[in-house]
């Protein structure tokens, strides 16, 4: 349709900002019109405005009501609304809000304000009370739960790439816990994903359950038992590929913190941590350290660790006197030898624990000693009694004892020490069956009213208070002999056992403390390894998978520990190692006995994952009496020096890293290293009632001559049989 040409339109004067009334209907119509349209393309413009900076905010606002921005950095957003419920975490430069509750909300059309977890809970008592209102000023939050009238004060700091969160104060002295974050993602936590999520505890003040790594669930917990005050963490949110990086600067950033150039997110650059090592259990000496060194040459391996015990004594670590006449200084000499010989040193010790002859033990026991449980001495107590009668009841205690279990029998009364083998449980109570002057100490008599003091035990020895000065004098004496010696390697075993120092619930804290109160106290850096694994250990942890071996299915143990290394260690970012090997021979029904196969299957798994492993059970004596160990070395031998030569390619490895793959190492006429594939069939012979025992194989490989191994199997003798042994009599 043809379109009458617009009449022209008279500017109104100067001042004027309204069209006349008098212009002509058809006019009017058609202003309306493109107002309506001008009004739909700038409504448009700010959808698309908020749709670009903040997607995930835009209609929340609205059907949230208030909302308050936590921290924001160049990565993500957090947001939670004023009534404490988590709302935002965004990624800025995708606009995927990947806070758990959003999520939720978005799953009921944006309304249920329900599913949305708090940020922040406080615990008194039995009773949990979730936040209930946040507000935030200057960088302070301040957050209030419920009707339980506490509240709490947070500061957040924020860093280009990451933010943390500080306890500044808790309203009530008497609170016993502080999740002062905690945010639920959508995210797996897995290292497939795009974007990632991690805390890290700033301090041994700061609870964080999770290992570092991606997470799914960010949150960190403080105590009024280490002070509320104080208690920090970073929290991360950025691509992937860039969490190692963060990682790096949370850890470079916080004063309170070790910072291991060979440990935490610095331990895949460190060459040391990929190492192989044997075990020496007490006979390397200045006199038969060269035979140790040409074992390890033999061996290919570049690490020897010195299991304490019988040369050093645990706890005050003094030197075996018959091993090391001058004390620390022969040690000193040994280590220099094997550095000499490109051999690295390990410091193989039994964390905070105390042989019952150290010095913090006889001749005078040190007050600091931990106890579980103090008594009255009821009466008089001469030097001679074999019953210590106390005042309070024994309902708790136990003359049980065991390697493993966490009770002692020792009494601690002034200087001495006392063991029992009886308690009454009933008036009077007393401890029975008691030998005097234990552990070296002197008995003597005490006064009525005197402190019976029940000390802790695991292991078969002490352990010192962790919050007293022994606890780190302990660890000083460790990072002692560590430099003294010239060290390079400490493995903290026994550290599982930090749940006796104060219960399971605070393991962590008293673990981790040991470890960062040995760490500070090193001139230089050590590779560090733990019988247990945390949150605060990762920050000085240089590998991980010192599993011990199996003693059955060796091949099949192996692939559980490869995909277990694969699975775990890689997203923390720490270098695994195919664990404490020992090379079993016969030793009856329960153990299977190892075979060059296995061994080399074990062998190909640490070259295809560039993995280290331990021996154990292997010394210079025992290699040379048996050819078979000499085998064993060789094989071992070359698949070491090519793993650290690097000696094949990366698409090599990776056929070689796959389950149940075999493969046999051989060298060509030409000097050249190369893998044959090879198939082990196992057959089980029966012979029954004389009939011929068939068994057919399909060789996938060229023809070559056949190859059988026979092993002897055992078998139960006929019930009649000469000298069988009775199990039960029917009569």
Not at 420 to 432: E, S
Not at 565 to 588: Q, S, V
Not at 702 to 717: D, H, K, N, T, Y
Request: overall charge neutral.
């Amino acid at each position: 349709m043809r379109k009458s040409p617009a009449p022209a339109l008279t500017m109104p004067p100067a001042g004027n900002r309204v069209l006349s009334h008098r212009l002509a209907p058809e006019i009017r119509c058609l202003l309306r019109h493109c107002a309506r349209r001008l009004a739909l393309v700038v409504a448009a413009l700010v959808v698309a405005h908020v749709a670009t900076f903040a997607p995930s905010i835009s209609g929340a606002q609205q059907s949230e009501g208030a909302m308050v921005t936590i921290a924001e950095t160049e990565y993500i957003r957090y947001a939670v609304g004023a009534d404490g419920r988590n709302l935002h975490f965004i990624d800025k430069q995708t606009g995927t809000d990947y806070c758990a509750s959003g999520a939720a909300r978005a799953a009921a059309g944006g309304r249920d304000r329900s599913r949305a977890p708090v940020f922040a809970r406080v615990k008194k008592g039995r009773r949990s009370f979730s936040a209930s209102a946040v507000s935030s000023a200057q960088g302070r939050i301040t957050i209030q739960f419920g009707d339980s009238g506490i509240s709490a004060a947070l500061r957040a700091g924020t860093k280009p790439h990451y933010f943390t969160l500080e306890v500044l104060s808790v309203s009530d002295e008497a609170a016993d816990e502080l999740e002062f974050i905690s945010v639920p993602l959508t995210l797996k936590g897995s290292s497939d994903e795009p974007f990632a999520g991690c805390v890290l505890a700033l301090n041994l003040q700061t609870n964080v359950p999770e290992l570092p790594r991606a997470n799914r669930h960010l949150h960190a917990m403080s105590y009024r038992r280490f002070g509320f005050a104080g208690a920090k963490a970073a929290v991360i949110g950025c691509p992937q590929d860039l969490l190692r990086q963060v990682m790096q600067e949370v850890v470079e950033d916080a004063k309170e913190l070790p910072r291991s150039p060979i440990g935490g997110p610095w331990a895949l650059d460190a060459p040391i941590n990929r190492g192989s090592y044997l075990f020496n259990f007490g006979n390397v000496t200045e006199s038969t350290v060269d035979k140790w060194i040409d074992l390890l040459k033999a061996l290919g391996f570049t690490q020897l660790d010195f299991h304490i015990g019988s040369c050093l004594r645990f706890g005050d670590l003094e030197p075996n006197a018959q091993m090391y006449p001058r004390g620390l200084a022969s040690l000193k000499a040994v280590v220099d030898r094997l550095h000499a010989a490109g051999v690295q040193a390990g410091l193989h010790t039994y964390s905070f624990f105390l042989d019952k002859q150290s010095r913090w033990v006889t001749p005078v026991p040190d007050p600091r000693l931990a106890k579980d449980a103090t008594f009255t001495l009821a009466d008089p107590l001469t030097a001679q009694a074999t019953t210590v009668p106390v005042v309070g009841s024994t309902k708790g205690m136990s003359a049980t004892t065991g390697f493993f279990v966490r009770n002692s029998v020792t009494l601690q009364i002034d200087d001495e020490l006392i063991t029992y083998t009886g308690v009454l449980k009933r008036r009077p109570y007393a401890f029975t069956g008691c030998q005097r002057g234990a552990c070296g100490t002197r008995a003597a008599p005490h006064a009525g009213g005197a402190k019976v003091h029940h000390l802790k035990e695991c292991f078969g020895l002490f352990v010192p208070d962790g919050d007293s000065t022994l606890f780190t004098e302990v660890a000083a004496r460790t990072a002692e002999v560590f430099d003294e010696c010239g060290f390079d390697m400490i493995y903290l075993d026994a550290l599982d056992g930090e749940d006796v120092i104060a219960g399971p619930e605070n393991g962590w804290h008293y673990g981790s403390k040991f470890v960062f109160e040995i760490w500070k106290r090193l001139e230089r850096p050590a590779l560090m390894e733990m019988s247990t694994f945390h949150h605060h250990l990762w920050f000085v942890r240089s590998r991980m998978g010192a599993w011990d071996h199996p003693t059955r299915s060796a091949k099949r143990f192996v692939d559980i520990h490869v995909k277990a290394n694969e699975e775990g260690n890689r997203p923390m970012f720490l270098p695994g190692e195919l664990g404490w090997w020992a090379i079993m021979p016969w030793r009856g029904a329960q153990t299977e006995r190892t075979f060059p196969d296995d061994l080399e299957y074990l062998c190909a798994k640490c070259l295809g994952t560039d993995t280290g492993f331990a021996l154990m059970g292997i010394d210079p004596d025992s290699h040379a009496a048996s050819p078979a160990m000499g085998r064993f070395a060789s094989l071992v031998g070359r698949y070491e020096r090519l793993r650290q030569a690097q000696y094949f390619s990366e698409s090599l490895k990776e056929r070689l890293r796959r389950p149940g793959e075999e493969f046999t190492l051989e060298e060509t006429a030409e000097g050249e290293w190369q893998f044959r594939p090879v198939r082990y069939a196992k057959h089980k012979v029966e012979a029954i009632d004389g009939e011929r025992n068939l068994w057919q194989v399909n060789n996938e490989f060229g023809p070559q001559p056949l190859q059988v191994r026979i092993e002897p199997l055992m078998s139960a003798a006929a019930y009649d049989a000469p000298g069988s042994i009775v199990l039960a009599d029917f009569g």
